[in-house]
């Protein structure tokens, strides 16, 4: 199978997207290519690490390079300031200087500490993502954004910064928990929702080749992805408009994930439930026709995605709660992304307390409040 | 008295350093100008607070903004990633946003600390410098970089994050220990010898001046300091060359607070001796003229700085491993900035282990080892 390469256009800070099979022998050369220093450190979890890790650290010496292997726990615990102070001790430790790089390998959570200690080990040291789930590869691990977590919220503490290569190995998916993979979904689905109908269209087509991990299907769906969102960040590197767009579903996701705690929803199962909110809102409030509104609900369904959220009262006023730390609340407001129709998002939207009261019951109920009468 | 007004030039992150007296009242004005949001943060410590908070705060709320205040313990130990943690948790749990920002009321640990806070709070949010000190006003508040430090060094972890504006109020000088005072005009003295000769007579001839805190002398000074600093950042924001020769007297300085423990020496004492250092190395390697050297050592005495270190052999070995953990270390040797005259310095120079001990030898001796007898 070729290669596909997207580029994410940034200037002098212009990187590649490759994705393919087998591209975990490729690392070493690719940094060697890139005219990295000749020291690293990989950064990856303790599940990744079994899997992965001898095959990166294999190609990574072969090129000539000098690696030291950093482990994380598995799981977002993993992302704390705690955690962060961990890397940077072993990365003094070991002499790791400022022409040293960083190679995060592993899902999100790794993608995130390991880019924000990229980007604060003495003021910055090149890294490169190799994402190994498919929400990193199509989501988290492109676009510069890292961070860790604080008691009060998801990525309340991080930074912009760009990874010098991803390099996504389709190989990897292969050894991903069902779960998880369905989880990497629920990011797949929101490219189709906000800025492809036709993407949407394809996985409502070929979603079982994609359940199946069929190679082509799942190469040219994660190369799509992966192309609006250089697209998008291309245009608006530190979400000062556009880039907004990529949170849709996640403004309700978020409050899901921090007030069930983190670990209850995977990050992708939360979005989904958000997802299935925010298109109800989008038909409420922007005239999203019911039917398409209904798609999305369907489509996350098929994918084994949750929709609902039996939420009593007192745990929806948590939730609502937990919304008003967003990073996208502005003046007190809690803003959110929402689908005018299938293919077109806007930004920015706010939503006053009753039609969001309104949402979360909708979501809440045990059987899906549907619209599909109406198609009848 | 005029206010002096600095550019630090960095195209739409250009940003203004005022200098005068009577300015904290000034602070919620200039941020009023600066279309800051409505809520901020005013992060200070324990000390400085008592002297300084309420003026400040009482501008910010004249301006109508609304301030939390966030202390600090004083001293160094506030420069870790613990404090930023309870720092971000403060201002999460009291909604700061992201068009929020934080103001940094304090000397060079406050300025760091806050700034890294400022640059990681929400992936960045904007940040004005109300320094303190006279080593915060000259240097570390100017420049944009923020960090804290690790177990293994000073400054290992941070970012390169300019501040919006930089308020150098005079008057708080006058609240500062004296030992901190001087400690400051080590930086001082380091200005006039890698940029500016004429700086550095002024100083010989204008320390008493100085010392006693006469007004114009140190309105004069400071705002020259910070024309340099201006000057050197604007060319080379990251240190990729030029901005290096900031760090003359730092590579053994640093070396000298970690190997001490922080603490022993304040910041600018260690950078006294480690001047006297370099400028013995810089003598002996570089050719700096040996009346020039010893007119360094002269001017940092007369301002009743250390320029000795006496150090038994085996610290002598723990100060030189403290030196490879050094940021500026490239490819394992450590990179020193000398003086080729007074007011050129030349970084990047790789210096060898018997020079850099002898250097050490030299400046450990109880008696000064001067040149003087060369110039009667």
Redesign the interface.
């Known amino acids: 199978m070729r290669v596909r390469v997207v580029k994410v256009p940034l200037g002098d800070r212009t990187y590649s997207i490759q994705i393919g099979e087998g591209l975990l022998a490729r690392l070493g050369p690719e940094c060697r290519r890139l005219r990295l220093g000749?020291r690293c450190a990989l950064i990856t979890d303790a599940t990744v690490a079994r899997w992965h890790a001898p095959a990166a650290e294999a190609s990574l010496r072969r090129a000539g390079f000098d690696c030291l292997r950093v482990t994380v726990p598995a799981g977002e615990k993993a992302k704390s300031?705690?955690h962060?102070?961990d890397c940077?001790?072993q990365l003094?430790?070991h002499?790791l200087?400022?022409?040293s790089f960083i190679v995060a390998l592993g899902g999100g959570v790794v993608g995130d500490l390991a880019g924000f200690v990229a980007?604060?080990?003495?003021?910055?040291v090149p890294f490169v993502q190799v994402p190994t789930t498919l929400l990193a590869q199509v989501d988290s691990s492109v676009g510069g954004?890292v961070?860790v977590n604080?008691?009060?919220?998801k990525?309340?503490?991080?930074?912009?910064y760009q990874p010098r290569l991803v390099l996504c190995d389709l190989d990897t998916l292969r050894t991903l928990p069902r779960r998880e993979y369905r989880a990497g979904l629920a990011e797949v689905v929101k490219y189709g929702i906000i800025r492809d109908a036709a993407l949407f269209r394809r996985l409502e087509g070929d979603l079982l080749r994609l359940l199946e991990l069929d190679p082509a299907t799942v190469a040219a769906v994660v190369a799509r992805c992966c192309q609006i969102k250089a697209e998008v960040v291309g245009q608006d590197e530190?979400e000062s408009g556009l880039r907004a767009i990529l949170n849709f579903g996640h403004t309700i996701g978020h409050a899901i994930e921090n007030s069930a705690g983190y670990g209850k929803y995977l990050h992708g199962e939360a979005i989904a439930i958000g997802q299935a909110a925010a298109a109800w809102l989008s038909q409420r409030l922007l005239g999203l026709p019911a039917r398409d509104a209904d798609r999305i609900v369907d489509l996350l369904q098929a994918a084994g995605l949750p929709v609902r959220l039996p939420l009593p009262g007192a745990r929806r006023a948590r939730l609502l709660q937990a919304m008003?730390?967003d990073?996208k609340?502005?003046?007190?407001e809690v803003r959110f992304v929402l689908a005018r129709r299938l293919g077109e998002a806007v930004w920015g939207q706010s939503v006053s307390a009753a039609p969001l009261d309104e949402a979360l019951a909708a979501v809440a109920g045990p059987a899906p409040k549907r619209n599909r009468t109406k198609r009848s």
Chains 1, 2 share one sequence.
């Open positions: 000749n300031l705690g962060l102070e940077c001790d003094a430790k002499r200087e400022r022409k980007a604060t080990y003495l003021r910055g954004k961070a604080l008691k009060a919220g990525n309340l503490v991080g930074a912009f530190t008003k730390l990073k609340v502005s003046a007190g």
